[in-house]
């Protein structure tokens, strides 16, 4: 499976923009860049995903490097319901490969 | 209306014992999936299926499988409990997506709000 890295933990304050980075050096030209996010004692949810453009929705934006190798999940204004460990994932359905989540960033928002 | 649903949410069981956790979707998905999410906080996906094909994680003792008795459903079972399985088990259903780039594929996984398994 194709390895994502990124960051243990990262800080915001509320209503600021959060950039949580995500670096995939390995990344195959079939791989599309997920982002999950878990918030406490609930399963993942799907946050956006991506595999060239970049991509925006209600909850983030995706902003991908023209390389593939990283991508950045963007949060407008962070929010306190926001803080929660975010997964950056490689997913590459054409080669069956499984959801690897990793480590995942903890994000904490700071009131 | 919850799109994947998890019974129960707690289960205390005793070392030796065989116990079930259900798992039920209603998004009409034709693929489910169960992970396992240790003290740690690490999540592994154990088992994907659809109506065609098991994948098994092969690191998963056979004392762990996965029973569906139809497309909405799939039930994990846990033969002979042992201490190391208490864990929380997410339950998760996706469905295919075609892309119009060029016919590539993803799909989005859908997560249940778990089952903590705590093993005496």
């Known amino acids: 499976d194709a390895k994502t890295t990124q960051p243990n933990s990262m800080e915001s304050n509320e209503e600021e923009p959060v950039h949580l980075p995500c670096n995939h050096s390995t990344i195959s030209g079939t791989d599309y860049i997920h982002w999950y996010r878990q918030l406490p004692s609930q399963g993942p949810e799907y946050v956006i995903h991506g595999l060239t453009s970049n991509v925006n929705n209600r909850m983030a934006s995706l902003a991908i490097a023209e390389d593939r190798k990283s991508s950045t999940l963007i949060l407008h204004r962070a929010t306190l319901r926001d803080a929660a460990v975010y997964y950056c994932i490689l997913r590459d359905v054409i080669a069956g490969n499984q959801f690897y989540f990793g480590t995942g960033t903890s994000l904490t928002v700071i009131p | 209306d919850t799109a994947v649903s998890q019974t129960p949410k707690y289960l205390v069981t005793q070392m030796g014992n065989d116990k079930s956790i259900k798992c039920e979707q209603n998004?009409?998905?034709?693929?489910m999936y169960w992970y396992k999410q240790d003290s740690k906080k690490f999540l592994k996906i154990m088992f994907s299926?659809?109506?065609?094909?098991?994948?098994i994680n092969e690191t998963v003792p056979n004392r762990f499988s996965p029973k569906s008795p139809d497309k909405a459903h799939l039930n994990l079972h846990i033969n002979s409990l042992e201490l190391g399985d208490s864990a929380v088990y997410f339950c998760a259903s996706s469905q295919v997506q075609i892309s119009i780039l060029g016919g590539l594929r993803t799909d989005t996984q859908y997560f249940g709000p778990g089952t903590r398994l705590t093993v005496l």
């Open positions: 299926y659809n109506n065609k094909e098991l994948i």
């Open positions: 998004l009409g998905h034709d693929t």
